[in-house]
Structure formats: C-alpha cells, structure tokens
C-alpha cells in the first residue's frame, strides 16, 4: 500500500471518522481507523459498533492531491495516527505499508514508523438495501434532532426510551422522543411521499453525533432506512447507526387537546426569568420553580427558593393570558432545554391543572412542533 | 447597607474577586466575597488564605455608577453571589441589608433574597509596611512569571521550590525557579535601584494566577514586599500573596559556564520536531526523545520511539553547531515548556555532556534569561 493525498483535507475527513471511534471499547481493533485504497479512492472507516461513520477520499478530486501508487489496506491506531497527521510538518503526507503491519508515514523531513492491525480483521460493515428512502435538507435535520434529542432518556432502565422514535408515513416525517418526565414532538413535511412507510427507533447518542456532524451545505441529505440499520449520506460521508430493538410506546394520546389556563410569552423572556430562578432551586433538594398565573390582575411570575440559601421572585412580561389562575411547579432545567429548542420566538404554554403535563409550542406553528412537560408535585 | 452599581464594572471586579476563592476551603466563610460599603466607595474581598484579591470601587468613578444610600458589610456566598449577578435582567443592581443578613438583590423585575454572614467574622487582611517597592510595568511582570513559572515543582516533598524565588538587589530584579530536574532564570534590569534589597520565594500558584490576572495596561504594577507577604497594586485591585517561608537552595552554581557542543536555531523549527517526537514518546514507559548533533556531517536529528507502538526520525533545519558529537535524550515535555517561554527566535543550546545538565539562552539576549534542563540516562 502506498499513497500521497494533502493533510489538509485528509486531516478533515479523518477528524470526522475519529467521532465514531472510541478507545472504551471491548473489541480491541476498533480503537483503530480502516484505511483501504485502490486505484482511484481512499476509504477511511471509524466504528464503534453503534455508529460507522466511512469516508470516501476520491482521486478525482483534484484539491485532495490523492495519489495511489499501490493499492491496500492497514488499520491504525486512531487517536495516535490521528495526532501523528495533524502535526505533521509538510503540506503533504505519504503512507507506504512495505511487508507486513508497519506503516511509514513522512512529511518533509519527519518519517513515523507505526505498526499497524491486519485490515482483514476489521468489521465488516453491513451492505443496505431498503426502499425507504427519504432526502432530508441538511439544516431542517439538523433542527429536528435538536428539537427532539433534549427529551431522550439517559436512563438504561427502559433503553427504547434512550432513542428518537421517527416515523414516516405518506408525505410526514415524524420525530418523538420521551423521557417519560417530558416529551418532544416534530413533524416534517416532505417533498414527496415515501415509497414505503417506516416506524423505526434510532438511539439519541447516534443522532447527537449526526447532527454535529451535519456541514453547512445546501445538498440533500439522504436517509434509508433498513431492517436493523440506518443510513446518513451526505458529502463524502456514510453515517451509519444501529437501531434499537423494541416497540416505542403509544405517545400519541400523551399530548392533551384542551387547556384551562393558556399562556403566550417570548421564549427568551422566560428562559432569562426560568435561569436566574433554577440559581436558587439548584441549591436546594427538590430542584423545583413555580409559575403563578393570574389572569384576573395580569399578572405572570417565577419563583424560586432553598430554604437554607434564600429565594428569587420575578414578575414577567408576557403578550397574553386566558383560562383560570394557576400556580404550577415543574424542573427548571427541563423547561429551560425546552425553551431553548424554541429559538427566539414567540411560545404558547397550555396547561390543564397544576399536576398534568402541559405543553409548549410555537405560536406560528403550533401543529408541528411541541414539547411538552410533567408538572412536579410540591405539596 | 444599600447602594446601587452599573452591573458590567461590577460583574468585571467581582470576576477578579472571584479567583482567589475557593470552594475547597477549611475556614467556610471563605467561600464567600466580602462586600463592605462606605460613603464614597465599595470594597470587594476575597481570599483562600494564600491569596488575597481585594477590589475598590469608588463612587467618584463615574462609568460605575456606584450610589450609596447607606454604609455596611456583608459576606456573601461567593459562586452563587457571582452567578446571580451575571443573570440579572437590568443594567443596574441593588443590594440592600436591612436587618440581620438577609441581603436582597434587585434589578428590574427579579427580586433574590440571600443568607450572608456577618462581615465581622471574615478574616483581617495585614497592613503591609515595607520599603522594599519597586515598580515593573504590567507586560515584563508577565514575562518573567511566564517564563520561570514553568520551571516550579510541583510536588509537595521539598515545598520551598514550589515557589519563585525573587531577588531585588541595586538595579536588577531576578527570578529564578527549579523543580530540581530544570531551572529558569530570569533577570531584568530596573529603571532605578531599589531601596533596600529583598531575597523572597512567593508561591508558584499565586504568581501564576496574578499573571493571569494582570491587565493589558500601561500603568506600571507596584510590588511591595513586606516580612511574610507580597503585594501586588494594578489598576481597582491589591493582590497579596503570603510568601514561603525557608531557604531557597543556591541555584547560582548549577548554570554551567562552559559548553563543549553549541546548537543554533529557531525555537518554533526545534519546539514543533520534540512535539512530533513526544507523540510517540509519550505512548511508552519512559517519556524520552534523544537528539543527535553531528557536526563534521552538519546533521541535527530528533528521533523519538516506543517499543510496541513504532518510532519516529526528523532531520532539523539549523543555524549553527560547533564543538563536539553528541547524542543526548530528555523528557520532551520540558524542552518544550522551556521552548514555548521563548517565543518565536533563535535560540542557543549549550551542551557539555550527555548526562550534565545543558541551559538554553535566546541568542539576542544571551545573559538575562535562561533555562537549564537535566538530560536523561538511557543506558
């Protein structure tokens, strides 16, 4: 195996395989990166068993300087050879495996002699076929992770919980995530139909990694969708994760219809008050705030307190009440994640009674996205 | 007590404050920040005891917005006292105890109410008296802590070298630090001789925090040096630190006078080779790179390895080298420290022998700063 490519987009594309390796895992070649060449590519393989992230370096591409002079494939300790690239003195840098496992890798003056795995020891990645297919824009997946991810258990307990249920259906992309304390909802509307319908469970920490990874471009990305596996496409990346095994429970009749008491604020005016309150409820046992409501003498307020530190009271400005008075308690960390999934809009809250779920959305879209959130009991 | 304050200075000072306290303290009220008020100024406090940070803010400066109302103290739990003020909505803050030490702090619309102690228990600060003071401007001050702070030990077996130790005598002023396995010394030249002449050693640690905290100013630093502490005087703020007490060792003889095999050459071309080459270094047991200087064949090598992972060669761009052969290893990490205190010039290693200590010296400034590494033996 030998091959000349530039450091610096080798450096890129090997930063982003390196997301999915890790150095905790029990299958000791996996701490490794795969790099196979043939005549006219390089293809760089990171796992983790749970997510594989491949990316393909064609000789094509004028701007990657890839040059093969011989065909092969070495796995290499990731994090080492990473380092070993990023410092490397030279515009360029040339990998040569001569006999066996040990790969010379030099730069200008600096010559590297590492040992390497056997790469037919590596896992082999599952090859997909699926019809379910669907093409995504990069920043409107990258917002539904966002929005959905915040409500994912991180608890092992009930490990369906710990992904992102997405359903798709006709023209809908359905996204769900619950922690069994709040729940996140986002609809997408496609493009086109679906040619097959697909209810599938992809674990959060995998739609977490995707969406950091997801470049700022305008090209579609393309998902499919298979027995056991998902797939990401995008630029010259394949990100595939797992998907968890399970029925994700009924969610759909979690989300209330009607309210009593109905609040809309902008979501940053009550995030600011909800932070400064959390300051106090941090200090104390029961991380708790409470929302007064008095539709009778307009009037909205936050408070806070810790019995041993002090306490916080604030009244907010608000745009409009309806309904009954109330006084609610809920974690202020979950409203904040919740608040924060918003953006710099206007929100509708719609509560029911000070210890059922009550609900979050957007005013200028209050059918696609919603966020809803367990009250907690403080008396 | 109550006064209000613009909350950007106020926020500002308090930060400075801030990082003399710490959470891990035995005497609790020092975990809180001192807030004593009178008619014409606010004075914060903070101390772990070793460091001292104490902040004045007058109301005669204008752009503080500092208005009295009426004269007192407080102490304040430090973290929680600073994340609250940060948060606050409105661009001004009052505080306000009225009776006891419950302590309410308002802006806008938030209203918190904390516990304080009694700013009576809070330890006294000493009053320096001394005639040792010497004025240093705020960017050499830095330099000089920067570039021997490297060099403190770090470990609690001989405490007196955890510390700088700093001498003032006629016109010169010289730092000097060792961990006993390298030293750095540094000397400047002041503008006028000192008064009488000092011999201290202050903690590393508090030289290195006041580095950190000395501003980007003109205005030249006062150093005062009384019987057990040092004080620091820039801009609102007094920084103290107790000096440590014993003897520091004679470090005056261990820089060696003579060289046998001298090397030339830029500090970043050398610090950016040892940095490749401790890569593979640091991969194995024993943390060592070895440098080769050939001049009959005009050859500088770096090389570098790790039995189980591979190695690592680099031939060196250079200057000059005159004298002897010499093949020398050290532990990479201080020749890198000691590299980086240099900056961006050429610099001049002096060697006698493989197992003597060798000094580096930036070639424009051979006679005022220099630093001394210990080789280690391989063999």
């Known amino acids: 195996m030998k ?15 390196l997301r999915a390796i890790s150095s905790k895992t029990t299958i000791p070649i996996l701490t490794g990166v795969k790099l196979v060449v043939t005549d006219d590519q390089l293809v760089l393989t990171g796992s983790n068993s749970d997510i594989t992230i491949q990316s393909t370096l064609a000789a094509s591409e ?30 360029t840098v040339t990998l040569e ?32 076929e ?15 992770i966002d929005q959905t991810r915040i409500a994912v258990s991180k608890q092992e307990s009930r490990p369906i919980l710990t992904g992102i249920h997405v359903l798709l259906a006709q023209d809908q992309l359905t996204a769900i995530a619950t ?17 097959a319908a697909a209810d599938v469970v992809i674990p959060g920490v995998s739609m977490t990694e995707l969406a950091r990874m997801i470049p700022d471009q305008k090209d579609p990305i393309d998902l499919l969708i298979a027995e056991n596996q998902v797939l990401f496409k995008f630029g010259h990346t394949l990100f595939y994760s797992r998907l968890l095994e399970g029925k994700y429970p009924d969610t759909s009749r979690l989300i209330p219809e009607t309210s009593e008491t109905d609040l809309t604020i902008d979501a940053n005016v009550l995030l600011a008050a909800i932070s400064r309150a959390s300051l106090l409820s941090h200090q104390g046992r029961n991380n708790v705030v409470k929302l007064t409501i008095d539709p009778t003498q307009e009037l909205v307020k936050i408070s806070g307190d810790s019995a041993d530190v002090g306490n ?27 608040l924060k999934s918003f953006g710099e809009v206007k929100v509708k809250l719609a509560f029911t009674s000070p210890l059922r779920p009550f609900t979050l959305v957007p005013v200028d879209d209050q059918a696609n996205f919603v966020q809803l959130i367990t009250p907690v009991r403080t008396f």
């Open 3 to 17: 091959f000349t490519i530039n450091r610096t987009g080798f450096t890129n594309e090997l930063a982003n395989v």
């Open 62 to 91: 004028g701007q990657l300087g890839l040059v093969v002079e011989e065909p092969g494939a070495i796995v290499l300790q990731a994090r080492l050879f990473n380092e070993i690239v990023k410092k490397l003195p030279a515009e």
């Open 97 to 128: 495996v001569k006999t066996g496992f040990l790969t010379t890798i030099t730069s200008g003056p600096a010559e590297f002699k590492i040992n390497g795995q056997d790469a037919n020891n590596y896992p082999k990645l599952p090859e997909l």
């Open 130 to 144: 699926s019809d379910k297919t669907v093409q995504l824009a990069p920043d409107l997946l990258r917002e539904v």
């Open 179 to 195: 922690d069994s304390h709040r729940l996140a909802q986002r609809k997408v509307t496609l493009p086109a139909p679906v040619a």
């Open 312 to 338: 916080v009271e604030e009244e907010l400005q608000f745009d409009a009440i309806t309904g009954q008075e109330l006084a609610i308690s809920f974690n202020p960390d979950y409203m904040g994640d919740a």
